[in-house]
C-alpha cells in the first residue's frame, strides 16, 4: 500500500504562483511514476504533469511553459510549481502513482489512466 498526501493549495489571484506538494509513505520503493492530476468542478479529470523516479516528464498542453513537477526521491515527496496561474486552473489538485508504470515512456500514457494510489487532493481556487 502506498498513501499521498497532498498540501500546499489555497485561494490566489491570477498571475500568481502555488507549490504543490505530494508526500509518499507505505510501499513506494515500488513506485517509478508519479502524476499530478485535476478535476474541475463538472469537468472529467485531467493530467496536468507526470514525473518518473528517472526524470522523465510530461505536461498537459493547458500548464507547459507555466508549470513545473519536480521529484525528490530522498525525501519520497513530487512537487508541483504552479506559476502565471488563471482563474481556468481552478480545481482540486490530486496526487497519484502506480506501481505499475515502471519505464521512462510511462509519463505518455498517464493521462486516463487508472492510476493504483490516490491521495485526497488539495484545492486550488485561482481569483480574477
Known amino acids: 500500500q502506498v498513501q499521498l498526501v497532498e498540501s500546499g493549495g489555497g485561494l490566489v489571484q491570477a498571475g500568481g504562483s502555488l507549490r504543490l506538494s505530494c508526500a509518499a509513505s507505505g510501499s513506494i520503493f515500488s513506485i517509478n511514476a508519479m502524476g499530478w492530476y485535476r478535476q474541475a468542478p463538472g469537468k472529467q479529470r485531467e493530467l496536468v504533469a507526470a514525473i518518473t523516479s528517472g526524470g522523465s516528464t510530461n505536461y498537459a498542453d493547458s500548464v507547459k511553459g507555466r508549470f513545473i513537477i519536480s521529484r525528490d526521491n530522498a525525501k519520497n515527496t513530487v512537487y508541483l510549481q504552479s506559476n502565471g496561474l488563471k482563474p481556468e486552473d481552478t480545481a482540486v489538485y490530486y496526487c497519484?502513482?502506480?506501481?505499475?508504470?515502471?519505464?521512462?515512456?510511462?509519463?505518455?500514457?498517464?493521462?486516463?489512466?487508472?492510476?493504483?494510489?490516490w491521495g485526497k487532493g488539495t484545492l486550488v481556487t485561482v481569483s480574477s
Open positions: 497519484a502513482a502506480d506501481p505499475g508504470l515502471t519505464t521512462a515512456q510511462s509519463v505518455h500514457i498517464m493521462d486516463g489512466y487508472a492510476m493504483a494510489y
